[in-house]
T-cell receptor, first 114, second 115 residues
Framework: DGGITQSPKYLFRKEGQNVTLSCEQNLNHDAMYWYRQDPGQGLRLIYYSQIVNDFQKGDIAEGYSVSREKKESFPLTVTSAQKNPTAFYLC?????????????FGEGSRLTVL | AQSVSQHNHHVILSEAASLELGCNYSYGGTVNLFWYVQYPGQHLQLLLKYFSGDPLVKGIKGFEAEFIKSKFSFNLRKPSVQWSDTAEYFCAVNEGSGGYQKVTFGIGTKLQVIP
């Protein structure tokens, strides 16, 4: 089945440690996105990538980093510089530059920093 | 910057009651409008979308939404809700056409339907 796979689903880390969340898609979509979902704040865009080897900061990129070495993969690293990393992280994809914006989402990764 | 406002953050309804969830956006140009739904334990999925044409859009599971350009609104409606509609609903706006299109989400409305 085509879709977006995020891993791990749940992750616990100590403060000060970097964490990488995986996102893989087999939809052949050009564009991929990372959102952060917090209660009462909706979804906020962290980073997005329209094509391989290119990505841009979203609204809340500080403390995060990404890479896009392959079309299928868009991993997110939550660095120790992120002041409040405990959250639910959602990866999404869309068809690309001429897309009308419909997003396809993964099931999310819940990160808890102890 | 684009913003999306959802007026009701938590709604509780009895089964068979009618539903209307408000959504307003700030961008004055060309927009594409969406409602996404997140059922408990499931991933976000598209409920319905408006790109152009008939401003009354029908989606899955009996939901519909009306785009009123003069009011910058895209309210979601369902005449008779079911217990299975219990979920969180997000309004989203995608501004512009061509190139990268930034999608901005509202904060979401949690709907609880009581049997």
């Amino acid at each position: 089945d085509g879709g977006i796979t995020q891993s791990p689903k749940y992750l616990f880390r100590k403060e000060g440690q970097n964490v990488t969340l995986s996102c893989e898609q087999n939809l052949n979509h050009d564009a991929m996105y990372w959102y952060r979902q917090d209660p009462g704040q909706g979804l906020r865009l962290i980073y997005y990538s329209q094509i391989v080897n290119d990505f841009q900061k979203g609204d809340i990129a500080e403390g995060y980093s990404v890479s896009r070495e392959k079309k299928e993969s868009f991993p997110l690293t939550v660095t120790s510089a992120q002041k409040n990393p405990t959250a639910f992280y959602l990866c999404a994809s869309s068809t690309g530059l001429l897309s009308t914006g419909e997003l396809f989402f993964g099931e999310g990764s819940r990160l808890t920093v102890l | 910057a684009q913003s999306v406002s959802q007026h009701n953050h938590h709604v509780i309804l009895s089964e068979a009651a009618s539903l209307e969830l408000g959504c307003n956006y700030s961008y004055g140009g060309t927009v594409n409008l969406f409602w996404y739904v997140q059922y408990p334990g499931q991933h976000l999925q598209l409920l319905l979308k408006y790109f152009s044409g008939d401003p009354l859009v029908k989606g899955i599971k009996g939901f519909e939404a009306e785009f009123i350009k003069s009011k910058f609104s895209f309210n979601l409606r369902k005449p008779s809700v079911q217990w299975s509609d219990t979920a969180e609903y997000f309004c989203a706006v995608n501004e512009g056409s061509g190139g990268y299109q930034k999608v901005t989400f509202g904060i979401g409305t949690k709907l609880q339907v009581i049997p």
